[in-house]
């Protein structure tokens, strides 16, 4: 069983950046898949990437070169650096670990990006 807690999300300025924090309780998610998802208001929830338990990082198009997600395992803790946000970035953003067939949500952090 896990339990996430997201943290950091806020308002940002376009071309700003904020980290995202999310932390494990439980279990330890080092053998675990983490990942971050998005929603905004009326659209469907979109993986925005993950890291694999090797450190292998995945990244949605739309992000690429802007996101970065990186986890320490001494933390049980998954970040997501997000940098020069766009006016298509403001969602609710939720963490997601996944081991075999069982999968946890956090209740997810806003991201609002506005001028």
């Known amino acids: 069983q896990v339990q996430l807690v997201e943290s950091g999300g806020g308002l940002v300025q376009p071309g700003g950046s904020l980290r995202l924090s999310c932390a494990a309780s439980?279990?330890?998610?080092?053998?675990?898949?983490m990942g971050w998802y998005r929603q905004a208001p009326g659209q469907l929830r979109e993986l925005v990437s993950f890291?694999?338990?090797?450190?292998?990082?995945n990244y949605v198009d739309s992000v690429k070169g802007r996101f970065t997600i990186s986890r320490d395992n001494a933390k049980n803790t998954v970040y997501l650096q997000m940098s020069s946000l766009q006016p298509e970035d403001p969602a609710v953003y939720y963490c997601?670990?996944?081991?075999?067939?069982?999968?946890?949500w956090g209740k997810g952090t806003l991201v609002t990006v506005s001028s």
């Open positions: 997601h670990a996944e081991l075999r067939a069982r999968y946890y």
């Open positions: 439980g279990s330890d998610i080092s053998s675990y898949s």
């Open positions: 890291i694999t338990s090797g450190g292998t990082a």
